[in-house]
């Protein structure tokens, strides 16, 4: 407790400051009995910060005669231009020296208090302990204002602690992340596949934190939920090699993984991001799925993600399986954008290729990239039709690519064929279509023609952009189009593109 020398001497300061507020409102404000302030008055009054001390930029032209106007005296003696009443300087004088006198009484105080600790029995280790005391408060202030200005909540009390349950959560260290739901058993495991740069590491990096959070008593950046308690959390990310241990990156995977089997139970969460990507895509497929049935046998909950789907084919012989994944679209430019929304469900397609050319990837190496792409299985493997002698795509004639398309749209579909100079019947426009684009090398070489898949509503406007287009090696002013009207509306146009 204070001294009673400190509380009468703090007792004097607020009375010292109730006459100063009088005192402005009277002689600065020209406040009356009703309680107005005159505004004539009010646009000439400062406050100056550096000399703690309030004023009139110039003496008022019809101020009362019954108040004395004087000069203002900076902290440093230098008179300035500025007025004041001596009514009021007298009161502001009187507050600082007030002021003056609570900060040296407290400052003999607080050289009492640490000559006594220093003199108990601990001396150096009690006051240690006051200051960590100290910082774990200052932080939890620091930590309530910033997250009350972010609106984050307090997340309900689960006295189950059978789910968890997070509405518009965001990860705290981006604000401008778009918010996301979660909600899922306390022992469930999250299998979640996503095309490449869609957010899904930022997500499981999100969810964990706040779990942590809510852990310590803390916000959270949530608009609402509850969260469980863990026994223990265990993330596991991205790695590389170790040279001085003797170890690949995926050798220290399996490190890790040995450790959370050893350390984890049914009461905790364990995240694990991409495992088994620093092997061959069936071994990691193998291990990845293994793990991750171990996982659910001892009901571990947490969240798995894996660009390999033979591990999501796997997993549906897994009990307390949650398949979620991040959203991703196909716009009218036929162009993917990235949503960064976690939804039910499963992706197939880590969109790589858009990956590499949004992150300008050579143009001529995404091209060969996606051709490459057709003769590769998702194992890995090589399949047949690429001519191991000189590295190029087996030639596939337009009549074959018409074929397939035909096929893929039904028997009772018809292809009509537009040439390099023609323009899409007019039966065509409006309607949902699939065409097939055959897009001539500039060398006349037929090898290093290529071929584009496409949906559209408006065939001609589609047709145009892609003959307007430049492109490197390539005639696009000369594409040859196949199409086929899509009964069923655009999903089925859409589906119709991705078997083609």
């Not at 008593?217 to 991205?238: N, Q, V």
């Not at 033979?310 to 949650?322: L, P, R």
């Not at 290729?353 to 299985?377: M, Q, S, Y």
């Amino acid at each position: 407790d204070a001294s009673p020398e400190v509380n009468r001497l703090f007792g004097l300061a607020e009375e010292c400051r109730n006459d100063v507020i009088k005192a402005v409102e009277s002689d600065l404000l020209n406040m009356g009995d009703d309680g107005e302030v005159d505004m004539k008055f009010l646009k000439n009054v400062v406050f100056d910060i550096f000399n703690n001390d309030v004023y009139f930029r110039t003496k008022p032209d019809d101020a009362d005669d019954g108040k004395e106007y004087v000069t203002v005296v900076d902290r440093n003696g230098k008179r300035l231009s500025r007025y004041t009443t001596a009514n009021l300087r007298d009161k502001v004088s009187k507050y600082k020296e007030a002021v003056q006198d609570c900060r040296s009484e407290v400052s003999v105080e607080l050289r009492k208090l640490a000559r006594d600790v220093m003199q108990s029995e601990r001396g150096h280790e009690s006051l240690v302990d006051y200051l960590r005391v100290n910082l774990i408060f200052k932080s939890l202030e620091e930590h309530v204002r910033c997250s009350k200005s972010k609106n984050w909540t307090q997340l309900d009390d689960d006295k189950e602690e059978s789910s968890l349950n997070l509405k518009n959560f965001r990860p705290y260290w981006d604000e401008t992340f778009v918010p996301n739901d979660i909600e899922i058993g306390k022992n469930d495991m999250v299998l979640l596949t996503a095309p490449n740069m869609s957010g899904k590491s930022t997500v499981m990096r999100a969810v964990t934190s706040i779990i942590l959070m809510n852990m310590c008593g803390l916000l959270s950046p949530a608009s609402s939920g509850s969260a469980p308690s863990y026994s223990s959390l265990f993330f596991r990310g991205a790695s590389s090699d170790v040279p001085v241990l003797g170890r690949s990156g995926f050798g220290n995977e399996m490190e890790d993984v040995k450790n959370m089997f050893e350390i984890c139970d049914n009461s905790s969460w364990v995240v694990f991001d991409e495992l088994g990507r620093g092997t061959s895509p069936k071994d990691g497929t193998a291990v990845g799925a293994a793990v991750m049935e171990k996982m659910t046998k001892e009901r571990i909950g947490g969240i798995f993600s894996t660009h390999l789907f033979g591990i999501v084919e796997i997993a549906k012989i897994f009990d307390g399986v949650v398949n979620m994944r991040m959203k991703s679209k196909v716009n009218d430019n036929n162009e993917v954008e990235w949503c960064y929304e976690l939804e039910s469900g499963v992706c197939d397609d880590s969109m790589a290729i858009a990956t590499a050319r949004r992150f300008g990837l050579p143009e001529d190496v995404v091209n060969r990239a996606i051709e490459f792409g057709k003769f590769v299985t998702p194992d890995g493997k090589v399949g047949e039709g690429l001519n191991e002698a000189t590295g190029k795509a087996v030639t596939v004639d337009f009549t074959t690519a018409k074929g397939v398309l035909s096929k893929l749209a039904g028997d009772d579909s018809t292809c009509v064929d537009v040439g390099s100079e023609m323009l899409p019947p007019p039966s065509l426009e409006g309607r949902s279509c699939v065409y097939i684009l055959k897009i001539p090398a500039k060398n006349g070489d037929v090898a290093y023609s290529k071929y584009y898949v496409g949906e559209t509503e408006s065939i001609n406007q589609r047709l145009k952009q892609h003959r307007s287009k430049r492109v490197k090696g390539y005639q696009y002013s000369k594409v040859q189009a196949t199409v086929v009207g899509i009964d069923g509306g655009k999903s089925k146009a859409r589906m119709t593109e991705t078997k083609v």
